[in-house]
């Protein structure tokens, strides 16, 4: 039987929006290499690329060489897609498309225009649409006798000291602004011997990382499983350490923080959003109004766990006076982490959230679905134009209050350096420079050195309506003219604010 050539990339855009790599970034995207696992290793050639790790795919040759393009991203990487199926296109007619991920399933019925296979499913789709198109022999044995998508670990180049594994799929929480709220997503548990065949297939690694959206669980016993299998595979020293993210309800109980820490966890992230209650509450976000977040953040650093959060500023429904308030809190604070990220609320496609500013017309016109990135504006501020331009490009890497920053992170190294062990405190400073130099920090290098100089050259407005394109809309080599309109951005909204009819099947349905 003929060997088919199988290449699966994640698409990305960065929000510089430039060519970058982001080599340092944690967590790495590692659908390329679960959806890798429903091919036969036997009747396959498969590759994997992932343009967060190593920048926009752009080689001819190696867009030219698949039988089949899987493509695979968030909501902002849908442009992505069409560039890499007209790049695929354009060297080989006969290529099968196939696209999936939240982009995919928040646009579907606009997606079936462009590519051969629009998934609305998980990714064990893949395996469906693999015998469709091949025939049953392609699908991979294990998922055939086990239903499961083993991770090909040994062909994610992007793999280094970090290794990514996953036990549940999905949350229960009803954030509204979450794509998962959006796609009605139901929580599932993970049967424990796939967890171990993770973990195996791994190897030893300095760190492991679950993929978890919410690794809380809803039965204290499937908590207690992992934890157990986690410790056996510590103690074997496959890794010195790992961590997770979960919902805040977690560290209600103290119980559950002393399991971790004497399995071997080091690192936690749980998705603080805000310390103001009554943002919380509009956010949906009533599991984080149970304990004060302060009290949160302490009981985690005391458990001798070091602990990362963003927050998420609505410039639409608070004014920046309470919002520098808030950052001037944390600042204060030196018992807490800082951040990891400071964004902005995004109106992401199908949300509650999302709906919720449609009806109050707050979505800013001439929006493009690429402007979703969380640090662009895309919703009507409460306050001046000029005045949430700059507060937005200071709070990127904390332009004015670097000083108060160094002198918490002096303070916070003073009250848990007895506390901390070296890891967990190199995570909590390393939040420092997260914060800071966000850019410079999981950006190691560039592509064709653009970086540097790019910086200087293109400066952005952080404005949807007037934000500039990324250097990947213009093609990087020539494209069949019936193909052209794929590098045009996708629009959202029109010159008054209105929802595109082009996607009112898709957006309108509710």
Known sequence: MKKKKILI??????????PIRRKSKVPQSMAPAFLAGAFSPDLCEVKLYNEQFSGPLESEAFLSWPD??????????????????????????????????????????????F?????????????????????????????????????????????????????????????????????????????QEYLRRQFEACGKRRLVYFLDNNFSGTSRQFLIDRIALVREFWRKKYFFGWGASLSNEFFINEENLIELRDSGCVILFSGIETFDKESLVNFNKFQNTRMPQVDIIRKCLNAGISFYYGLVFDVSSRPISDLREELEFIIDTPEITLPSFVSLAVPMLGTPFFYENVKQNKILPN???RDLDSTTLTLKPIDPMPDVIKFIREVQNLIGYRKKVIRQAKKFFHIYKNILSFWPMAFAMYNVSLLCTPKLSTATTDVGGFFVNGLRKRSRTYVGSTEQLDTVYKPAFPVNSRYEHYFKPTMLTDHEGNLLEALHADLLHK
């Open 9 to 18: 990339v994640n698409c990305y855009l960065d929000e510089l929006r430039i």
């Open 68 to 113: 089949m393009l899987v493509l695979t991203g968030l909501n902002t990487a849908f442009d992505r897609m069409l560039h890499l199926t007209a790049y695929a296109r354009t060297k080989n007619r006969s290529v099968i498309i196939v696209a999936g991920g939240p982009a995919i399933r928040a646009l579907f019925h606009y997606s079936k225009e």
């Open 115 to 191: 590519f051969d296979f629009s998934c609305l499913g998980d990714i064990e789709q893949i395996a469906d649409i693999i015998e469709e198109s091949f025939g049953k022999d392609y699908v991979s044995k294990d998922y055939l006798e086990k239903g499961w998508l083993m991770p090909r670990y040994d062909l994610a180049n992007w793999m280094g000291i970090i290794g990514y594994v996953e036990s549940s799929r999905n949350c229960y929480c009803s954030c509204n602004f979450c794509s998962l709220t959006a796609e009605n997503a139901k929580y599932r548990q993970y049967d």
């Open 367 to 369: 929006i493009k679905i």
